[in-house]
C-alpha cells in the first residue's frame, strides 16, 4: 500500500524567501512521485514529477524536487517565492510502472506568500 | 494541456434526484478517473476505469456509479443525491505514456440542496 503525508497543511512566507513544502510517501516498490498545484476555482497542474531517473527534479515556475529514498521523502522548493505562488500544493505517490497505477493524494498544502 | 472537458461546470440539485457528471477526453487515454475534493479531506477516489467497460471502486464509491462506454467518455451518476455529496468532482485522465502522471478536467461543482 502506498500513502502520503504532507507536513503543513498551511505554510506562509514573505515574497522573494525560500519556499519548502515537505511531503513523505511510503510505498511498498520504487515511486513515482508527483507534485501538482491547484489555483482557486482550477483543476489540479502537473508542476513535477520524479519517475526513477534524475533525483533532482526542475518543474514549472522555478520548483524544483529531490528524491531521497533514505528519508522517505519528495519535498517542493523554489528559491524565492512570488505573489503568484499562492495556491494549494498536492504531493501524489504512485507505484511507478504498475500497468494502471493509480496515484494516491497527499491533504495538500495552502501556501500563501505575503508582501 | 490535454483535451479534457468535464460538464457541467457547476449543478445545483435537490436530495433524492439522480446527477450525472460528464468527463470527455480526446486524448485516447486508457486510465480515466473521478475523484472529489473537500476541506480537509484532499483529493479522494470514487471510481476509476481502466478500459471500455472496465471500472472498479474507489475509496468513497457509496452512492456512485459509473460507465464508460467509450473510450472518451466516463460517466459518474450519483443515484439519489444527498447533501454528504455537495463537492467539487475532479475528473482525470493517464497513460504509460505519460508515466501515469495525472492530468485534470477543471471540476464540477455540485451542490445538493
Known amino acids: 500500500a502506498q500513502s502520503v503525508t504532507q507536513l503543513g497543511s498551511h505554510v506562509s512566507v514573505s515574497e522573494g524567501a525560500l519556499v519548502l513544502l515537505r511531503c513523505n510517501y511510503s510505498s511498498s516498490v520504487p515511486p513515482y512521485l508527483f507534485w501538482y498545484v491547484q489555483y482557486p476555482n482550477q483543476g489540479l497542474q502537473l508542476l513535477l514529477k520524479y519517475t526513477s531517473a534524475a533525483t533532482l527534479v526542475k518543474g514549472i515556475n522555478g520548483f524544483e524536487a529531490e528524491f531521497k529514498k533514505s528519508e522517505t521523502s519528495f519535498h517542493l522548493t523554489k528559491p524565492s517565492a512570488h505573489m503568484s505562488d499562492a495556491a494549494e500544493y498536492f504531493c501524489?505517490?504512485?507505484?511507478?510502472?504498475?500497468?494502471?497505477?493509480?496515484?494516491?493524494f497527499g491533504e495538500g498544502t495552502q501556501l500563501t506568500v505575503n508582501p | 494541456d490535454a483535451g479534457i472537458t468535464q460538464s457541467p461546470r457547476h449543478k445545483v440539485t435537490e436530495t433524492g434526484t439522480p446527477v450525472t457528471l460528464r468527463c470527455h477526453q480526446t486524448?485516447?487515454?486508457?486510465?480515466m478517473y473521478w475523484y472529489r475534493q473537500d476541506p480537509g479531506h484532499g483529493l479522494r477516489l470514487i471510481h476509476y476505469s481502466y478500459g471500455v467497460k472496465d471500472t472498479d471502486k474507489g475509496e468513497v464509491s457509496d452512492g456512485y456509479s459509473v460507465s464508460r462506454s467509450k473510450t472518451e467518455d466516463f460517466l459518474l451518476t450519483l443515484e439519489s443525491a444527498t447533501s454528504s455529496q455537495t463537492s467539487v468532482y475532479f475528473c482525470?485522465?493517464?497513460?504509460?505514456?505519460?508515466?501515469?502522471?495525472?492530468?485534470f478536467g477543471s471540476g464540477t461543482r455540485l451542490t445538493v440542496v
Open positions: 482525470a485522465i493517464s497513460d504509460f505514456r505519460d508515466n501515469y502522471g495525472y492530468t
Open positions: 501524489a505517490v504512485s507505484e511507478g510502472g504498475t500497468s494502471g497505477s493509480r496515484l494516491t
Open positions: 486524448e485516447n487515454h486508457r486510465y
